[in-house]
């Protein structure tokens, strides 16, 4: 049986993630997942991929606060109702509304990571439909890249673990992906086929597989940079139609806007 063995959420976009029993699902995704989101003054969102440091903030969430903290800077209490005002954001394509979380938390995030940065957050306004190829009527996303779910089986880490290995790498651990629902179970790559499915009464359609970046070469407890998985990736996991891309785990969209998922929960095929 193919059932749920991890769920995650990343409260603040490229920051540290945080391990859950059980997730609320509401009509953007996992409930807390990439709502916050790290921005340069000008409104320009940032990630791992330019700053690997981000991966050294941890997180906390509670109903009524995020945290923030790191070894060297103590942390910082954000309540979720915060908000000096609206920005206007740019993720990738996207231009948002969101809510500026004001001076303490820029102040803290530009001490520790070293250059003038602001904290935003979805608020009342903001709106980000997904891209209309994949979507259908009242689908919307996150400060995710795309998408709402990120999905992988432990099968398949393993499947690329061995091939690494027999490379004479070093194995990678799942955090390296971010995703959001981890499935034990089943064979290696069996989710890239999963067209429609249910969780714990939750429906989900398969939106295509998820182009790899350099983010997965970064060590999420240390910030530093390899070669892996990329490399091996790009052995056996370009994409057919863009061989410049690498795959590895499948974006998904919600069809059911409300829900809770456990560890534990059945991945029943539709």
């Not at 004001?102 to 520790?112: I, K, S």
Request: glycine share 10%; net charge neutral; proline share 7%.
């Amino acid at each position: 049986m193919v059932k749920v063995s991890g769920l995650f959420i990343y409260p603040v976009k490229s920051c540290r993630g945080l391990p859950l029993d059980t997730a609320a699902v509401d009509a953007h995704g996992l409930a807390g997942d990439r709502r916050f989101l790290v921005v340069t003054p000008e409104g320009q969102f940032l990630t791992q991929r330019q700053m690997p440091r981000l991966a050294l903030v941890e997180t906390g969430l509670t109903a009524d606060r995020l945290t923030l903290a790191s070894p060297n800077h103590g942390e910082i209490t954000v309540p979720l109702g915060a908000n000096t005002g609206s920005r206007r954001v740019t993720i990738w394509r996207d231009s948002v509304d969101a809510d500026d979380c004001g001076d303490e938390a820029a102040e803290w995030l530009t001490r520790m990571l070293g250059q003038p940065l602001r904290l935003v957050h979805m608020g009342a306004r903001f709106h980000r439909p997904v891209k209309p190829s994949k979507a259908q009527p009242g689908d919307v996303v996150t400060f995710a890249d795309a998408y709402p779910f990120l999905i992988i089986g432990e099968a398949s880490l393993a499947h690329l673990n061995d091939r690494i290995h027999g490379a004479g790498g070093d194995p990678v651990p799942m955090n390296r992906f971010r995703p959001n629902i981890v499935v034990s179970g089943g064979d290696a790559f069996a989710e890239d086929a999963w067209t429609r499915f249910r969780i714990a009464g939750v429906t989900f359609r398969n939106s295509g597989p998820c182009a790899r970046c350099v983010v997965t070469t970064t060590d999420q407890f240390t910030g530093e940079r390899g070669k892996e998985p990329l490399r091996t990736l790009a052995t056996f996991r370009r994409d057919p139609a863009d061989p410049t891309d690498v795959n590895f785990g499948i974006n998904l969209i919600h069809e059911t806007k409300a829900g809770t998922l456990h560890l534990g929960d059945p991945i029943v095929a539709l």
